[in-house]
T-cell receptor, first 112, second 115 residues
Framework: EDQVTQSPEALRLQEGESSSLNCSYT??????LFWYRQDPGKGPEFLFT???AGEEKEKERLKATLTKKESFLHITAPKPEDSATYLC?????????????FGEGTQLTVNP | GAVVSQHPSWVICKSGTSVKIECRSL??????MFWYRQFPKQSLMLMAT?????????EQGVEKDKFLINHASLTLSTLTVTSAHPEDSSFYIC???????????FGSGTRLTVV
């Protein structure tokens, strides 16, 4: 069974204080790992897709990396508007119907 | 980029009535659509997967007669909550993917409150 575990559950940072969110996964074979941002009362907003170990992607203050067992979302010099819940999801190679398995998310709060 | 429109954004209904939620892909053909349910401070729980023109595949524990899913075209899927009860109150989110879209695009969600 595919499993995704995110840590920490919640993270509180000061503006400008860089940090990383972790996503550990167990799948039979990884087709893709996805990062989403979700604001309260909204649907998830796509950030990145990573496909193979060693791959990295960047977008503004965010950088996602991938190994064979986990992914990190690095946040450099965060701003209050980066406050949100960050969700990690995996799609397994043998998954029928292209379904995603989500982690529980990390709730990030950036204080000014 | 790919856009998925979900309506309504919120709805309040009386217990025993039915509610329909629409999910439209605006600029791509959604070959597969997914319906999720999310409780406060919890992650997304997949309810069902639907492919255009086919019957939806429901996850274990999801009542297919209560949560009716229709995916009759490549741009529209609907979720109908039949005979709604207060325990059906939740945040429902749709997601879509297609041949020429990257990843999975989510709708903005529907907050359902059954009173």
């Amino acid at each position: 069974e595919d499993q995704v575990t995110q840590s920490p559950e919640a993270l509180r940072l000061q503006e400008g204080e860089s940090s990383s969110l972790n996503c550990s996964y167990t799948v039979s074979g990884l087709r893709g790992l996805f990062w989403y941002r979700q604001d309260p009362g909204k649907g998830p907003e796509f950030l990145f897709t990573l496909y193979s170990a060693g791959e990295e992607k960047e977008k503004e203050r965010l950088k996602a990396t991938l190994t064979k067992k986990e992914s990190f979302l690095h946040i450099t010099a965060p701003k209050p508007e980066d406050s949100a819940t960050y969700l990690c999801a995996v799609q397994a190679e043998e998954t029928s119907g292209s379904r995603l398995t989500f982690g529980e998310g990390t709730q990030l709060t950036v204080n000014p | 980029g790919a856009v998925v429109s979900q309506h309504p954004s919120w709805v309040i209904c009386k217990s025993g009535t039915s509610v329909k939620i629409e999910c439209r892909s605006l600029d791509f053909q959604a070959t597969t659509m997914f319906w999720y349910r999310q409780f406060p401070k919890q992650s997304l729980m997949l309810m069902a997967t639907s492919n255009e023109g086919s019957k939806a595949t429901y996850e274990q524990g999801v009542e297919k007669d209560k949560f009716l899913i229709n995916h009759a075209s490549l741009t529209l899927s609907t979720l109908t909550v039949t005979s709604a009860h207060p325990e059906d109150s939740s945040f429902y989110i749709c997601s879509a993917t297609g041949l020429f879209s990257e990843g999975y695009t989510f709708g903005s969600g529907t907050r359902l409150t059954v009173v």
